[in-house]
């Protein structure tokens, strides 16, 4: 069964400084991905990362892939305000359909 | 290209009332639809998913149902709400046969509270 775990769940930063949020998942998926929400809205796909070693990157967002340590990071660099959200996670089953796996979501509020 | 409908946007129901939530998926044949469940201040669930018309999985035991009447229809019911099914429900889609970099399309979702 696969189990997706976030951290942290909650995280409060200045504007301007970097953090990263990680994503562990417990066997193998065949993708991994990245989604943003805000408060009483949908999802936003983020970024899709499908191979070990994979990066992507969009403005101050970046994702990265090591399927060996079954772990993806999402990184922020010199945050702004308007990246305040929570972050989701999600691997993927395809059994008949391609089922997504989520992880608990990560608070992240940025403060000027 | 393709659009996610879902509606109400926001519902508000007495226990033991039914539920009837819709989504409608436009621009796309044979998508793989789904319904997921956020709880308040927590990760998606995933309820229900469908392959094709009359074709449905449950995920976890509930007093829930879903049905797809066509193609590109998916609907979530139940007869009598608990308190416990508020939440955030979500429908999404996928393709059917999707590249590999293929991701779910959320629709906008309805805030439900059971009173």
């Known amino acids: 069964e696969l189990k997706v775990e976030q951290n942290p769940l909650f995280l409060s930063m200045q504007e301007g400084k970097n953090y990263t949020i990680y994503c562990n998942y417990s066997t193998t998926s065949d993708r991994l991905y990245w989604y943003r929400q805000d408060p009483g809205k949908s999802l936003e796909s983020l970024f899709v990362l499908l191979s070990n070693g994979a990066v992507k990157q969009e403005g101050r967002l970046m994702a990265s892939l090591d399927t060996k340590a079954r772990l993806s990071t999402l990184h922020i660099t010199a945050a702004v305000h308007d990246l305040s959200a929570t972050y989701f996670c999600a691997g993927d089953i395809i059994q008949g359909a391609q089922k997504l796996v989520f992880g608990q979501g990560t608070r992240l509020t940025i403060n000027p | 290209s393709q659009t996610i409908h879902q509606w109400p946007a926001t519902l508000v129901q007495p226990v033991g009332s039914p539920l009837s939530l819709e989504c409608t998926v436009e621009?796309?044949?044979?998508?793989?639809l789904y319904w997921y469940r956020q709880a308040a201040g927590r990760g998606l669930q995933l309820l229900f998913y469908s392959v094709g018309i009359g074709q449905i999985s449950s995920e976890v035991p509930q007093n829930l149902s879903a049905s797809r009447p066509q193609d590109r229809q998916f609907i979530l019911s139940s007869k009598k709400l608990l308190l416990s099914d508020s939440g955030f429900y979500l429908c999404?889609?996928?393709?059917?046969?999707?590249?590999?970099?293929?991701?779910?399309?959320f629709g906008s979702g309805t805030q439900l509270s059971v009173l």
């Open positions: 999404a889609w996928s393709p059917l046969n999707g590249a590999t970099n293929e991701k779910l399309f």
């Open positions: 621009g796309t044949s044979n998508p793989n």
